[in-house]
Each structure stands twice: as C-alpha cells, then as structure tokens.
C-alpha cells in the first residue's frame, strides 16, 4: 500500500482583529468550559501538525529510499514506526523510489484528554490523494503503475499519544481499500 503526505491547512486571519483591546491570558484557565474547549482544539491544531511532520518524514525516506536521516523516529513510534520503515525498505529492495507528494484533508475523529495518571489521545481521519505522488524506479526513473486494484484517494486512520514536552507520536498507522 502506498505511503502519503500530509500538507499544512491554514486559518483565513482576514477578519481577525489587528490588534487586540486586552492581552489574551498566558494558560487558559482549566475551571471554565470555554478554556476546557479551548484547550482540546489546541491539542487538535498540535496533533495534526504532528501527524503533517510525521508524513512529510515518510516522503523524505520514501523518496531516499531510507529511513537514515529521515526523522520518522521523532514523530512515530511503535507500529507506525515499523510500518514506515518495512515499507521503505520494501520499496528500495524492489529497486523503486517515490516522487512528487500526496495530498490530504485529515481531521482528529476521537480526542481524549489528558488526565492524571494517563496520557491525551487522538485518533485522525484522513482522506490521502496519492495520485500526485508517484513511484518510480531508482535506475531510470520511470513510473511504475499502481496496480488496478489499489484507489490513488483512500482513507487512512491514525492513533496518537501526546508525550508531553516531547510532542504528539503516531502509533498506529491503518490504511485501506476505502476510497474517498
């Protein structure tokens, strides 16, 4: 199955005030529910962003065809981790690079937050384009074909685990047949 990118959204800021009349706080405050919702989406803006950095590693090492100097090992661990490496090396065994970058629209499909005792977690949802981003042979650089019965858009789900000052981490990476 083909691996994919994920590309940075951002918030149209056109409409937002220029300068505001009163600084905002330094922390939100944990005791109204304003702040508790504040706060989630915060984490959401953080997971996403961590999961953008964890696939834009994945094209760096699909497209050297090595995970060596890549960064995949600061945003995943576990099965993403083996999921990602397996992959690349399966590639560059068969001779084959990737080119060019996926797009996505992913969103955060389950959140929980951080608790004593327990750590915040994410489940993404993502529709993955991989039509844009080709694999190629090493050698000669042309284009192999996905096979008929993979879809270039499909969905992709991914669990994460927030581990505190050093960031979101993928664990889990699912892709399927399902197109979007």
């Known amino acids: 199955?083909?691996?994919?990118?994920?590309?940075?959204?951002?918030?149209?800021?056109?409409?937002a005030p220029s300068s505001p009349k009163e600084p905002a706080p330094l922390s939100p405050s944990k005791s109204s529910s304003a702040s508790a919702g504040s706060e989630e989406e915060i984490a959401k803006t953080e997971v996403l962003r961590a999961y953008d950095k964890f696939w834009d590693a994945q094209v760096a090492a699909y497209q050297k065809g090595s995970m060596k100097g890549a960064g995949v090992e600061r945003y995943a661990t576990a099965k993403a981790l083996a999921f990602v490496d397996e992959g690349v090396r399966?590639?560059?065994?068969?001779?084959?690079?990737?080119?060019?970058?996926?797009?996505h629209k992913a969103?955060?499909?389950?959140?929980?937050?951080?608790k004593p005792g327990s750590v915040a977690t994410a489940?993404?949802?993502?529709?993955?384009?991989?039509s844009s981003w080709k694999t190629v042979k090493k050698?000669?650089?042309k284009v192999v074909p996905l096979p008929s019965d993979v879809p270039s858009r499909f969905t992709v789900t991914t669990k994460a685990e927030d581990?505190?000052?050093r960031g979101w981490r993928m664990l889990e990476v699912t892709p399927t047949a399902r197109k979007c």
Request: net charge positive.
């Open 139 to 141: 050698d000669s650089g």
């Open 107 to 114: 969103t955060v499909s389950k959140f929980t937050a951080r």
């Open 123 to 130: 489940t993404i949802s993502d529709c993955l384009d991989t």
């Open 1 to 15: 199955m083909a691996v994919f990118t994920l590309s940075a959204c951002s918030e149209n800021k056109k409409d």
């Open 90 to 103: 399966s590639m560059a065994k068969e001779g084959n690079r990737k080119r060019g970058k996926p797009s």
């Open 163 to 165: 581990w505190g000052k």
